[in-house]
């Protein structure tokens, strides 16, 4: 018995072996040693089964490929040809090659974040998205946060904290991932006030909420549900103006955040930022990564006097945004600024291709692979953004012997490979495969199909 366990090398021998220097200089002292414990448990597990030892150049093998295996970066990109534009699985918005240039260019050097380079002192890192978000938004001042979860939670622990909030039924929403308004409004120290029913609330139910005491009337969008049928709400603007009319500030977390008029791309009208201002809205808080197409960020737009009162709170600083962050969102504002937002930001340039292009794109994919079918299919918006809000699309459809087993082939491809599965077919969105990515998932699909 012991003499099987002798043909096991020791540690020291394999640490010193030359053949893995190169793998000690690229991973380290500490996880050489450690992968070479971990293989040489195992083999000795193995040989304990009775099952033959590896030999040593085996052992190597295995040694640089665990070594390969645990130091690939586990965040990485996909392709991503589900169809779902806003994923957010998947990271939400892919950002704008000016975008990605502005997180590079501030990344890799010293920055201006919280410097006037004018005055030579101190300065506000709000300074790089806030007067951008002034100018396109029509508001009087604006803020950045991490999220729109946080900006939800800084305004109201800022505005209404221990203060009764007037809030519809129909919209205590959970968005997902755990955000829940109801929730959020506890935590951050606010009085639920529940009014109306979930399908009708009135005018009346909000009048009667502030003669109650009600201190705040927060709207929030109904981002991920649509209640149908017998239902009904007061106009926005009759809502704000009976706010101001008792001197109570109106809230509205606008989830998506559209600064564009989406019915030009082909969707349902959603109600802007500019819009919700102009009804009169006191503070506006939208998500940067949704419809805008920006970095993951918490917009927030509004009067001059509630915004300084949310900038003070001690809330602010904890979940500032980040310079990257800040450095990617200026760059998509200033696309908006500019007129350019729909060819430059990608969420938008996916929403503006036609269906034709969308076919010719799927049959150009068929022709290239020789397999396959193009059908009609729909992308959605998804990322808790319009309801079922769908446009036309042509997917190519593969039909391979079986669904599951080759959609986890594709998804072990790099970069991974996510479709979408419909009538027993694998379907590939055009819509949402980036054009830099369109040679590898062909290569990719190539080699998948070869396989079957
Ligand atoms: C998406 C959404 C949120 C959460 O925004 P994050 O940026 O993901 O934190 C909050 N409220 C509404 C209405 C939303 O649609």
Redesign the pocket.
Known sequence: MMSIYRQIPSVDKILSDQNLSPFLEEHGHALLVEAVRDVLREVRKTIEMGIDSPNYDQILDKIKNKLIQETIPSLKPVINASGVMLH?NLGRAPLSNDAIAAIHSVASAYSNLEYDLEKGARGKRDVHAADLLCQLTGAEAALVVN??????MLILAALANRKKVAISRSQL?E?G?G?R?PEVMRLSGAKLHEIGTTNRTHLEDYHSAIEEGASLVLL??Q??FRILGFTSAPDLAEITQLARENEIPTVF????GALLAMEDFGLEHELTVQEALLAGVDVVSF????LLGGP???LIVGKAELIAKIRKHPFYRALRADKLCLAALNATLLAYLKGKARQQIPILAMLSKTSQELKAKAETWQKQLGAGSVVPSLSTIG???LPEQEVATWCLALKPKSLSRFSRRLRQCDPAIIAKTENNQLLFDPRTVLPEQEGVLLEHLNQALSEE
């Open positions: 957010t999220n729109n979860a946080g900006a939800v929403v968005i991932g955000f308004i929030a969008h981002s991920n977390d606008l989830g998506s998500s940067g990564d949704k993951q960020a918490g990322g808790g953004s």
